[in-house]
């Protein structure tokens, strides 16, 4: 009779410990190894604001019919900005309805 080779768990255990401990510290060390890419920063350009040039008058500007349509629609404007808006009588009505709860 042949005598089997017997490994005993422990060296097992240990063997398999070692691998463990081994390949952490290599996929450790490839993390700390990789190097991510530098991200350039924007750099801000200034912005100059440039003021809007001064334009003349139109004749339509000038003329007394456009004249009156300003007035006019400044004080439609006036008479619409002091109305009263709360009227009740817009107000929705109050539904009361059997709903059997």
Same mark, same amino acid.
């Given at each position: 009779?042949? /005598?089997?080779?017997?490994? &005993?768990?422990?060296? #097992?255990?240990?063997?398999? +410990?070692?691998?463990?401990? %081994? *390949?952490?510290?290599?996929?450790?060390?490839?993390?700390?190894?990789?190097?991510?890419?530098?991200?350039?920063?924007?750099?801000?350009?200034?912005?100059?604001?440039? /003021?809007?040039?001064?334009? &003349?008058?139109?004749? #339509?500007?000038?003329?007394? +019919?456009?004249?009156?349509? %300003? *007035?006019?629609?400044?004080?439609?404007?006036?008479?619409?900005?002091?109305?009263?808006?709360?009227?009740?009588?817009?107000?929705?009505?109050i539904l009361t309805l059997p709903?059997?709860?």
């Open positions: 009779m042949i /005598p089997k080779f017997v490994i &005993p768990p422990v060296r #097992i255990y240990a063997v398999l +410990a070692v691998i463990l401990i %081994a *390949s952490g510290l290599i996929g450790l060390w490839t993390l700390k190894s990789r190097v991510a890419p530098a991200v350039p920063l924007p750099t801000p350009t200034p912005i100059v604001a440039t /003021p809007a040039p001064l334009r &003349p008058l139109s004749n #339509i500007a000038t003329q007394s +019919a456009f004249l009156q349509f %300003a *007035s006019a629609v400044a004080s439609l404007s006036a008479a619409i900005s002091s109305g009263n808006i709360q009227d009740q009588t817009l107000a929705p009505p709903l059997g709860f």
